[in-house]
């Protein structure tokens, strides 16, 4: 693997993790903030302190359920009452796009044995087939929409931090909400517009 630099359009912040300090004002539409929004933050990923705002396929619920205590970390964001459950809603959704492609998973293996078959026979293709496998295209579409990243999310992302977790790098939408929070910081955060990343 060789190191590489990574060029960001909007420049990011890199802010030192024991004493970083939100603005006062929501990151999603600049509201002002009446609720705070506390993310846990591990060397291999992030989990929201709730159930509710848990990411499901993050590489913190998969790889390490039970995290050190000196590796994790909480990152405070104040927000509006508007965007305080930014998951709200979503899980059952969720639930059932899951359980539906589980279930067509099993249809689309038989679909093709069939296919298969029929095509090894020089036979016509059934047109059920062809349904159940259309089905299951719409529901992965459906599915990604589901897990996509919230409001918060979007509005601030976690670029990357130090392996000592002592500085982190954030990234945010807004480029009003971005001033803001480097003067809520200003003796401990500074503008970086390129990192090195190492190849994979």
């Known amino acids: 693997m060789s190191p590489r630099k990574v060029y960001f359009e909007h420049p990011l912040i890199k802010v030192d993790f024991q004493k970083v300090r939100f603005p006062k004002t929501c990151p999603v539409c600049g509201a002002p903030a009446t609720r705070v929004l506390r993310m846990k933050i591990t060397k291999t990923g992030k989990q929201y302190l709730r159930r509710s705002w848990q990411y499901a396929y993050s590489p913190y619920m998969r ?3 039970r995290p050190d205590i000196s590796d994790v970390k909480v990152l405070t964001i104040q927000v509006c009452d508007d965007h305080a459950n930014p998951d709200d809603g979503t899980e059952r959704y969720q ?15 038989f679909s ?5 078959d029929r095509l090894a ?3 016509p293709i059934d047109f059920w087939p ?5 089905l299951f295209g719409v529901a992965i579409l459906l599915t990604v ?3 996509r990243p919230n409001a918060i999310e979007k509005a601030v992302t976690i670029i990357g931090f130090d392996p000592g977790m002592q500085n982190i790098l954030l990234s945010f939408k807004r480029s009003d909400y971005r001033e803001q929070f480097i003067d809520a910081n200003q003796m401990t955060s500074e503008l970086v517009s390129w990192i090195v990343r190492a190849d994979d």
Do not use: N
């Open 63 to 65: 790889f390490k359920q």
């Open 121 to 123: 026979r020089a036979r």
């Open 145 to 147: 929409m589901a897990f």
């Open 112 to 116: 093709l044995l069939i296919v298969g």
């Open 130 to 134: 062809a349904l159940y496998i259309g």
């Open 95 to 109: 639930t059932l796009c899951i359980i539906v492609d589980g279930l067509l998973i099993a249809f689309v293996i």
